[in-house]
């Protein structure tokens, strides 16, 4: 949590888009065929890292480095961790929409743009992103419509400014303990 990356697509907060490739066992190389065609894939991956999670969660906006960020609502409400995208889940899975910038087929890599994953992230699947089927801009966001009414301002400035106050001293923790 500390030092990564945030919402792959968002990244305005943390450094910019993180580029990174995906490495497939050879087996599976011939599955990379046809990937180039396709602006962004999803990638299902296990965090591995992630050690317990809680049932709910208390989300509230960071700061950002520049001292802007999203506008503080009165108070968030305490949501379950499913209405949440806390990373401590109880089925540590993550999923990602990222940029695919260059495909390797014959070398079974997928370099891609907006990774939010350590280094050695298991990845479990990755599915081509079809904006025919998994864009819904005008969907409400819950809790979160309450810190930015627009959707798009959010994902513009700010969503990923928001995080959790409970399991923080736990993450810490196993930064600095490691995995």
């Excluded at 296990?46 to 989300?59: A, C, D, R």
């Excluded at 260059?102 to 599915?127: N, Q, S, Y």
């Amino acid at each position: 949590k500390l030092g990564m990356p945030r919402q792959a697509t968002v990244s305005l907060r943390d450094g910019g888009a993180q580029p990174g490739c995906i490495r497939l066992f050879e087996e599976f190389w011939p599955c990379a065929e046809g990937i180039e065609g396709f602006d962004y894939v999803w990638v299902i991956a296990l965090m591995h890292v992630n050690k317990g999670y809680k049932h709910k969660i208390k989300p509230s906006p960071r700061p950002s480095p520049d001292g802007g960020g999203p506008p503080k609502p009165k108070q968030l409400p305490e949501v379950g961790l499913f209405a949440s995208r806390a990373p401590h889940r109880p089925n540590p899975l993550a999923m990602s929409c990222l940029k695919v910038t260059r495909v390797d087929a014959l070398k079974g890599e997928i370099h891609v743009l907006g990774l939010d994953l350590l280094h050695d992230t298991p990845v479990l699947d990755v599915k081509p992103y079809c904006p025919a089927f998994d864009a819904f801009p005008e969907a409400r966001s819950g809790w979160m419509d309450q810190i930015f009414a627009d959707p798009l301002q959010g994902r513009a400035e700010g969503y990923q400014g928001i995080e959790s106050k409970r399991g923080q001293r736990q993450a810490r923790n196993q930064v600095a303990e490691g995995p």
